[in-house]
């Protein structure tokens, strides 16, 4: 199986991460060849790589069988999670946390769109089992004054798996990243939906209310705590790869 991903999000701190992270380590436990890849980071602290996301899904790989079953709290992962991984799954690391063109700019650095191209395009080929590129923030988060994680989508041309929330407003935001990607040519093959701690809206509802609107979009309900939720986004993944 050869098969790539891009996993984006409607907005930032939904879970990409943690999804990312389970699915490698669900494949990895079902022997299945996966790579998981975080391009671009910000918040970045060069004392501690192991914390970071990059760091996040090394451990997760570095540890099959294990899933993280805690929803929002990652775990502090395998000592040896070394400066010099994490940057080789992740070649844009930036200190501040903010949007990607800001953190760059605070260090007097843009990030090339082409090479960042060119890089992603370099690790689908060298691929030969899954591969799993997770995105910055949310889909119209700017990566340069020029291009944002959309222009990044669809220059890749990968199926996309889109993370949401069941806050209130999350319906709002979903259907607004859902027709920016619709508006430069992508269709995600999922939706993803993390119950969002706290919402006075069922995930459930919310998922109802995204049905009239996904079309033959996937909708997979992961809730809080939910292990069970990460196997079956890994098996929609799996299938969707046949």
């Known amino acids: 199986m050869k098969r790539a991903y891009f996993i984006t999000a409607t907005g930032t701190d939904l879970g990409k991460t ?3 992270a389970g699915v490698a380590a669900a494949c990895h436990a079902r022997g299945v060849a996966v790579r998981a890849v975080k391009p671009v980071m910000s918040g970045y602290d060069a004392a501690n790589p192991a914390a970071s996301d990059a760091g996040v899904l090394l451990q997760k790989l570095g540890t099959p069988g294990v899933l993280c ?4 709290r990652l775990p502090s992962g395998r000592a040896g999670v070394t400066a010099s991984e994490v940057a080789a799954i992740a070649p844009w690391r930036f200190a501040a946390p903010l949007s990607p063109d800001l953190a760059a700019a605070r260090e007097g650095r843009a990030i090339d769109f082409a090479e960042l191209v060119g890089w ?7 691929n030969d089992g899954l591969l799993l590129i997770e995105g910055v923030g949310g889909v119209m988060v700017p ?3 020029r291009h944002t994680v959309r222009d990044w989508i669809a220059a890749l041309g990968l199926p996309v798996v889109l993370v949401a929330g069941s806050y209130l407003g999350a319906l709002s935001h979903t259907l607004t990243a859902l027709s920016a990607l619709r ?8 939706i993803v939906v993390n119950e969002s701690a706290g919402s006075s809206v069922g995930v459930e509802d919310t998922v109802a209310s995204l049905v009239p609107h996904s079309g033959d979009i996937g909708l997979i309900i992961v809730k809080r705590d939910d292990a069970a939720g990460i196997e079956r986004l890994t098996d929609f993944l799996m299938e969707s790869s046949e």
């Open 18 to 20: 943690w999804l990312t």
């Open 69 to 72: 079953t805690s929803f929002g």
């Open 120 to 126: 992603c395009r370099g690790e689908m080929e060298r």
């Open 143 to 145: 990566l340069d004054a």
């Open 183 to 190: 508006e430069a040519g992508v269709v995600p093959c999922a």
